[in-house]
C-alpha cells in the first residue's frame, strides 16, 4: 500500500497559482490603494455568476466579484487577462477604506468550451479566478440534492455573518451538495426569506455527488432563526440561516468639542504629491456614555481626509485612531475638522514641501547591469511573483526619492521606488517582477533613467506538459509542476499494476511545495483501466481501492495532510476519479469530492471540484 509516499520529506511549503495561456497582459490603473489579499497571503473571497458559452456574445448576467482590502481611497480600475476571447473589468472609486466588493462585469465571446484562468490584479497582488465555458448547445444539468429524512439540506455549510439591517456579500454564502445524473448548466435560486434569497448559476461538469456554493443577496430585516428552500424540478431541501440583532449606535463626545482635539497625536510623515498609507493617523479623545458602532471622520482638506469606524465597547474616556487617505495636493498648514454626528473639534497638519528628486545612474550603463543577480523562477504562463526580483546597481550623486521602472518584454516587467538617503557608488536596488511570460527563451529588460540605462537578461522555460488540477473550496489549484502518472508498483521489488498521479505546485526550493496524489489499486493486482472509481468498493464484492492525499500549506508555514481512501472499518469522505481514456503514453480523466484532516479528527473537510488530469506516464 503506497500510503503518503512523501509525508517524511515535506516541510515548509509556498503556495503557487499556475495559470492556463493567457492572450493578452493584465493591467490595473488606479490612484487608491489596497490588496486582494489577507494577511496569511490568501486570496479574499470572490464568486462567479453566469453561464459562459462558447460562440454566444456575454451579458451583464456574466460576471466575478471579488473582494478588496482597501487602505487608501480614490479611483481604481481593474481589468483581468483577456482569455479564450474574453476578459473582465471594473472601474470607480473607493470612498472609504476597509473590505469592499468590486463587480467586475465580462466582455466578449468564449470562443472554445475549457477551462479558463483568469488573473486578476488589484495593487501589487494577483488572484487566480477559474471560469469554465460551455459548448453552445449545452442543455441543463439534472441533479437533486442531498436531503435528510426531514427534507433539511444534508451537509449544508452556512458561510458569512448575518445581521439585522445589514446587506450580504460575497463572503455570506451556503454550500449544498447535489447527486448530478447528467451534466450540463445549472440555475439555482432560493425563496427570499426575511429579506435573504441565495443564488448560483454554472455548470456540473462530472456527474456523480458534488457541491455548489450558493450566493446571498439582500439585507435581513429582523434577527431570529430562518429555513430557507433550495428547490430543482424534481426535488428540493430547505437549510437554515441564523440572523444575530444589528448593531446600535454608540452615544458618545469629542474631546475639545468646539475647539482643538484633545489628545491629538499624529503619527506618519505628510509631503505634498506622496499618498498617504496605513502609517498616516491622527489620534484624538472621545467620551463614550453608551457602548456600540462609531464612525468618525474629517472633510477632504489639501486632497487628504481622516477616518475611524468600529465598536466602542466600553464606556468612558478613550483614544480613537484616524486613518489617512489621499494624496496631499500643495505644501503648508492645513486645518482639519473632525465630525461625529453634530460635534466637531480640529487639528492641524503641516504639509512638507515635496523632496527634489534623486540623481543617479545606473551602474554598467550603456551595457550589461552590473552585477545584476536575478531570482525566482520563470516559466510560461505562470504569473511572477514576490520571489520574482533583479538586484541592480546604481551610483547616487543626490540623495532623494525614485522611480526605476524596465520596458514590457515577454508579459514581464520590473520596477522599485523609494529614496536614496545620501550619495553613494554600488548601491542595490532590487526590482520587483510582475506579469507572465507569454513564451520560453531569453528575454532581455532594460531600466533607463533619464539618457542611461542598462540591460539584464531573464531565460524563461516552458510550461510543463500535462494538466493536474481542481478547485480546492472554490480555489483553483494547479499542481502541474513535475506531474506525472504511474501504472506499476516497484516499491516491493516485483512491479504491481496500479495508478498513481503526482504533481506540485511549483519548483522545489530547499523544501517541498504543496502536493497531490490520486491512487488507484485494483485488489486482483490487475491493470487499471478506463472507468469510475470511487470509495464504496473495496470491501467485498469490491475490486478496487482509491486513496488521495493532498498536501497544504497553513497560515503558520506548517502543512497539513488533507486525505480521504476507500471506506473500511468506517466511512470515509466520498471521492470519485473518472478515468476516460489510457493510452501506453498517456492517461486522461476528472475528479471530485471531500478530504479530511487526518491531524485533526477527520472532523475538517475540503471540498474538491473541477478537477481534470491529462498526464504522460512514466
Not at 48 to 77: H, P, W
Request: net charge neutral; glycine share 10%.
Amino acid at each position: 500500500m503506497r500510503l503518503i509516499r512523501t509525508l517524511y520529506q515535506l516541510s515548509v511549503a509556498i503556495i503557487l497559482l499556475s495559470s492556463c495561456q493567457r492572450e493578452d497582459s493584465f493591467e490595473t490603473a488606479a490612484t487608491s490603494a489596497g490588496t486582494l489579499k489577507s494577511v496569511s497571503g490568501n486570496c479574499l473571497g470572490s464568486s462567479v455568476s453566469g453561464i459562459f458559452k462558447a460562440g454566444s456574445l456575454l451579458t451583464s448576467a456574466n460576471s466575478i466579484d471579488i473582494q478588496a482590502d482597501v487602505t487608501g481611497t480614490g479611483s481604481y480600475r481593474i481589468v483581468s487577462d483577456t482569455i479564450n476571447g474574453f476578459s473582465f473589468s471594473a472601474e470607480g472609486n473607493f470612498n472609504s477604506t476597509g473590505i469592499h466588493t468590486i463587480h467586475l462585469l465580462a466582455k466578449g465571446t468564449p470562443k472554445s468550451a475549457t477551462t479558463n484562468n483568469f488573473n486578476i490584479r488589484y495593487g501589487a497582488t494577483t488572484c487566480a479566478i477559474a471560469v469554465t465555458t460551455v459548448a453552445e448547445n449545452v442543455v441543463p444539468a439534472v441533479y437533486t440534492y442531498a436531503t435528510a429524512t426531514d427534507g433539511a439540506c444534508s451537509g449544508a455549510v452556512v458561510s458569512g455573518d448575518f445581521k439585522a439591517g445589514a446587506a450580504v456579500g460575497i463572503a455570506n454564502t451556503v454550500k449544498l451538495g447535489v447527486n448530478v445524473t447528467a451534466a450540463g448548466s445549472y440555475t439555482i435560486t432560493t425563496t427570499a426569506v426575511n429579506g435573504l434569497s441565495f443564488s448560483a448559476t454554472g455548470m456540473f461538469v462530472n456527474t456523480g455527488i458534488q457541491y455548489v456554493t450558493l450566493t446571498a443577496t439582500g439585507s435581513p430585516v429582523t434577527s431570529g432563526t430562518f429555513n430557507i428552500t433550495a428547490d430543482t424540478p424534481s426535488s428540493s431541501c430547505t437549510f437554515t440561516v441564523a440572523v444575530t440583532p444589528g448593531a446600535t449606535a454608540a452615544i458618545y463626545t469629542l474631546g475639545g468639542t468646539g475647539s482643538n482635539c484633545t489628545g491629538f497625536t499624529l503619527a506618519g510623515s505628510y509631503t505634498s504629491g506622496t499618498a498617504m498609507t496605513a502609517a498616516n493617523t491622527a489620534k484624538i479623545q472621545v467620551t463614550v456614555t453608551a457602548t456600540g458602532t462609531y464612525t468618525i471622520s474629517t472633510a477632504a482638506v489639501n486632497g487628504v481626509s481622516f477616518a475611524a469606524s468600529g465598536t466602542f465597547v466600553t464606556t468612558g474616556l478613550q483614544t480613537v485612531t484616524l486613518t489617512a487617505t489621499g494624496t496631499p495636493a500643495a505644501a503648508g498648514v492645513k486645518t482639519f475638522v473632525v465630525s461625529a454626528g453634530t460635534a466637531t473639534c480640529n487639528f492641524d497638519i503641516t504639509f512638507a514641501q515635496v523632496a527634489a528628486p534623486a540623481v543617479f545612474t545606473l551602474s554598467g550603463s550603456p551595457g550589461a547591469c552590473n552585477n545584476a543577480v536575478v531570482n525566482g523562477i520563470y516559466q510560461v504562463n505562470s504569473p511572477l511573483t514576490t520571489a520574482n526580483t533583479v538586484v541592480i546597481k546604481v551610483d547616487v550623486t543626490s540623495a532623494g526619492p525614485y522611480t526605476i521602472t524596465t520596458n514590457a518584454v515577454n508579459g514581464i516587467q520590473f520596477s522599485a521606488t523609494g529614496v536614496f538617503i545620501a550619495a553613494a557608488t554600488g548601491i542595490s536596488v532590487t526590482l520587483q517582477g510582475f506579469g507572465a511570460p507569454v513564451a520560453a527563451g531569453t528575454s532581455t529588460l532594460s531600466p533607463a533613467v533619464g539618457n542611461t540605462n542598462c540591460t539584464f537578461d531573464i531565460v524563461v522555460t516552458a510550461a510543463p506538459a500535462g494538466i493536474f488540477n481542481c478547485k480546492i473550496d472554490g480555489v483553483y489549484t494547479s499542481f502541474y509542476n513535475r506531474a506525472h502518472a504511474e501504472v506499476f508498483d516497484n516499491l516491493t521489488g516485483t512491479p504491481v499494476p496500479y495508478l498513481f498521479l503526482d504533481g506540485f505546485t511549483g519548483e522545489p526550493n530547499g523544501n517541498t511545495v504543496p502536493q497531490l496524489q490520486l491512487f488507484i489499486n485494483m485488489n486482483d493486482n490487475s491493470v487499471v483501466n478506463p472507468g469510475t472509481y470511487d470509495e464504496q468498493h473495496f470491501i467485498p464484492p469490491g475490486t478496487y481501492r482509491i486513496e488521495i492525499d493532498c498536501f497544504l500549506q497553513n497560515a503558520d508555514q506548517s502543512f497539513t495532510i488533507w486525505n480521504t481512501s476507500s471506506n473500511f472499518l468506517a466511512p470515509n469522505p466520498p471521492f470519485t476519479i473518472k478515468i476516460t481514456s489510457r493510452t501506453a503514453t498517456n492517461i486522461k480523466g476528472t475528479f471530485s469530492g471531500q478530504l479530511t484532516n487526518l491531524l485533526d479528527g477527520s472532523t475538517l473537510r475540503k471540498v474538491v471540484t473541477e478537477g481534470a488530469f491529462d498526464l504522460p506516464i512514466q
